[in-house]
Every structure is written in structure tokens, then in C-alpha cells.
């Protein structure tokens, strides 16, 4: 179980994450609970780990203020290929700033899959692809689609530098 507290300002303490999450079954772990979903990269990071002070314009223009957080259940699998790719299904309350529907049985469905290749000994690449879905507003089906691609290299000399490139579309 993770439980994460937050102190925005002088507002008192809100929750940010709390959610239970399998980690003993093979290939696949379960979540429910309070969570950040796992639409793109940015959305996944807590303020702290920002490369930036602010979030990107777009991630808060499209996903709100406080991105897709959202109460519901993420199952994650590893998919068998011979490298690290991952399959993230997540069903969703929808009470968020693009998903707000008035019905209480209206959910947001979230599905992302992420590939990670070794370049080399020093080097990375990885690729994702995110959809989303959920009655908004008006009652209309609203849907959103990204997609990211991150390239990191570490150097293994004795001088530690590394570079991570980022991009999110």
C-alpha cells in the first residue's frame, strides 16, 4: 500500500495518491485505490520530480490542473517479448476536468503501452502510446490520444554524466 500526502500552500494536507497494489503475481501486478494515471510520461510524475518548476501548458490544458488523478483500478502487464514492454489498462471514476460526466456510472478507460530498448551498454530508448476515454459535460464521448518518446545515455566511465531527451505529444 502507498499512501501520499500532499500540503499545497496553507490549505491543509489532501491526498495526492493512495491505492493497494499487487506484487507477487507473475507478469502482471493489480491497483486500486487513488493513483496518477499512466496516460504519457508526465502525467505519472508528482510535482517534485518535474524536469521543470511548472507543468508543460499542454498537459494542464488538456488533463487539468491536476492531471488524470483519478479513483479507480490499473492492471498492468509485461508482455513476452524479448524487451521490457508494458500494457496498462485502467478503469476510471471520470470525475476529473476533462472527464465529468454528471452520471455516476459514466468511468474513464485508460490504455497505454510502453516499449524499452537497450542501444547500448550506456543508451536507452523508449517509446508509448496512451489513449483515453469518458463522457464529458455535454454527455458527448471525449477522447484523447499521445504519445512519447525518451532517449537517456549514461556514461560508465569513471566521470558519471548522462542526457535524457523527452518529448510528448
Not at 524536469?51 to 494542464?60: L, N, S
Amino acid at each position: 500500500a502507498d499512501l501520499i500526502l500532499a500540503m499545497p500552500g496553507t490549505e491543509g494536507i489532501e491526498l495526492e495518491e493512495g491505492f493497494v497494489e499487487s506484487i507477487s503475481l507473475p507478469n502482471v501486478s493489480l491497483r486500486a485505490g487513488k493513483f496518477l494515471s499512466a496516460f504519457g510520461k508526465h502525467n505519472a510524475l508528482h510535482t517534485h520530480a518535474y524536469p521543470f518548476i511548472d507543468a508543460p501548458v499542454t498537459q494542464e490544458r488538456l488533463l487539468g490542473g491536476e492531471g488524470l488523478n483519478e479513483v479507480g483500478v490499473r492492471a498492468s502487464f509485461l508482455l513476452p517479448f524479448s524487451w521490457f514492454s508494458e500494457l496498462n489498462l485502467e478503469l476510471l471514476d471520470g470525475e476529473n476536468e476533462i472527464f465529468s460526466s454528471e452520471g455516476s456510472e459514466d468511468f474513464a478507460y485508460v490504455g497505454n503501452l510502453k516499449s524499452l530498448w537497450d542501444l547500448s551498454d550506456e543508451s536507452t530508448l523508449e517509446l508509448g502510446g496512451s489513449l483515453a476515454a469518458g463522457k464529458n459535460a455535454s454527455g458527448k464521448q471525449s477522447r484523447i490520444a499521445g504519445s512519447d518518446l525518451t532517449l537517456k545515455w549514461q556514461s560508465t566511465g569513471q566521470v558519471k554524466r548522462n542526457l535524457s531527451i523527452r518529448g510528448e505529444y
